[in-house]
């Protein structure tokens, strides 16, 4: 059966044979296998056949449709042929690309035919609109309008479809624009002279209400010149919306009864009357505009959205940003503030220190600078209800850190001055000189308070408005914006950089950043020029402390000039004790009760004792090195020398108000005191004692016994001194003061 197959077939019935019968139940299956083949054999013929037929039917629809095609192609031969035909006769022309040509240009001019009559029909419409709105522009306002509206209605679809048509209508929207513009001036005026009339028989800007008939008619005319304004106002307000939200058109009723606003204004202040005076400031406009403003969003909440971008930002952004009036503004403001400032520095009694202005246990500044901080707290009030963030920072940096600097600059110059005055050559200079200032005592001390008291006034008002919401905005506000835009180099604040910003107010701008803020870091606006002020008033403090103890020191010398202290004798016996101070140290208590006295009503208690606590201290070392240390004592010697030195204490508790009772200036001096002590132990003590140094009540050992005890060695010293209460002095220190007694010396 094979040998009638290819070799490939017979391979390939072969495989399939002998993958069928691989066994002996496979050979007896065969009949199933030859009966499913032939049942395939059966279905694949019936395909084939269903193939034939498919392949019959496409074919004879193929010849079909191109013999379908090729009639048609004849058709419209002969059509084509029939068309030419009648071109050629209708054209009389002899060639069909001529006809073709003649038939286009009739097909053109028929055409321009038509738009020429579309445009005289617009044209006599746009005729009769005007007609009409002239002749029922008196009689008849409402329909007046009605007409003039369809006019516009033409003008504005016109001058949009130029775009469109590229153009094509120039002229028509010439004309339409011209008759527009003539018949809006016609009726523009008319209305606008109606409402005018209505304006004067109100009397208007009038106090009082006028009568209702005139409001109703006053009325009817808003609503006509409204009504008028309409189609400009859709117009321009999407044109608006298009390129800047802010511009929006004037209503004509309000253009109309703001003209003699507008007269007036210029009567009063753009000519030579007496309201128009440069030494005023024209920032009473601005902050009424302000008010306005205000009183429109709080009151009446217009404009409903202020965060909207395309709502109204008021009449103050009008004027200083959009007419871009701020910059003339804020130098009017500047120049009205620096005049005042200076009238407060020219004024006689602005250098004199105010007892009154202030709290009476606070620091007195001078009334100069109680003024300029009134002057600076108005400017504030002034600026506040400005909604821009660089025209408040504008106005902090140009006009209140600016007279800050300035009275800043006048203190420390003051200062310089005293400190001149006082040197050697000053001092030389001023005594051949005539009609210098008094710089001695009380009178040079009220040179320094009068520049202390300022300094630390204002460097404490400086803080407080640190911490006035309104300065934390701005100092915020102007973190946030650091933070924003240091990486792109732009200003922070106008044309302002970081830099610039941050020399006048705090150096923590410059070096904030994001993490910076996360961290909480501090500062304030007012930083830099705080912290030149604290350093004034830690300068001049520091010249006030100098200053006295370099008095008392000089007062000190003819007590230092005595010599009878070891030669001292009570006038009965030994445990007599001296009840008044040495005659030599009279000029040093007169000193310190003048001195103190005055600072007692001009500092605060802080920087009252600061100074008490440095001339004590300068006192005791001056005692301690020049008297103690360089005499020799009796007991009674030792005594008059506590007894001073108690009174000088007495005398600084006194003039600095310290409470009976309370033991200040001897606690300060507590070396001093404690040496004293040692010195004054007497030979013969007495068997309890409850005097001696703190609140403990220590055994008082003889003067023997303690030089036994304390000449043995460095630990008998320490439980001397401890006994005694003793412990501001060294073991040397000790046997240094017990060996100023004569006995002790012999």
Sequence with gaps: MTEHLSAEDATRLVDFVNDKIQSLEDLLSLDTLLNSLQEQQDLQRQQLREAEEILKSATKASNEHAEAVRKEAEAFSKHQADIDRRLLIVTQSEHSDEAVRKFEDSIARLQRLDVSQGYLELLNSIDHLNKDVIKKMKTSPHDALRSYAQLRSIEISISSGQERVEGATPHLLDYVKGVSETLRGLVYGEYIGKLQNVLDKMKWPMKELPSEPLIDEWMRWCDLLLEFQEPDLINDTVEAHLKDCSVLPILLPLEVMAQPLELRFKYHFSGDRPTNRLDKAFSHLIHELMNFDNELKLSWSYPSNPAQESAWKGLTWEILVKENWFSEWLQVEKNFALARYQNIIDAEDGGEIDYDGVAPTATKPTKAALRVNDLLENITELYRPLSSFSQKLRFLIDIQITIFDLFHERLHSGLEAYLAMTSAIGRTVQGSSTGQPNI?????????????????????????????????????????????????????????????????????????????LEDGAEGALFDETAAAYRQLRMRSESIIQSTIASSVQTSLRPYYQVSTWASLRSSSDESDSPTTPSLDLVQTLRLLTADLSFLSRTLAVAPRRRVANHILLAIQTYI?????????????????????????CDTVDAAIGVKAGETYSARTIQKLQDGLFLLGLKIKPENADSSGTGDNTVRNLGLWEAEKRLFANNESARSVLAELGINTLTEAEARSVLERRVEVRS
């Design 624 to 648: 301690w090195d020049s008297i103690l240390m360089r005499h020799s004592f009796s007991t009674f010697g030792a005594a008059q020398l506590s007894t001073d030195v108690a009174n000088i």
């Design 440 to 516: 001695e005592g009380v009178s040079g001390l009220e040179r320094l308070c009068r520049i202390f008291g300022s300094a630390e006034y204002l460097e404490k008002k400086m803080q407080d408005w640190g911490d006035d919401v309104f300065f934390l905005e701005l100092w915020y506000e102007l973190q946030d914006r650091v933070t924003r835009h240091s990486h792109t180099g732009k200003p922070v604040a106008g044309v302002m950089s970081v830099s610039e910003i941050a020399a006048r107010t705090s150096s923590s701008v410059a070096n904030n950043n994001k993490d910076h």
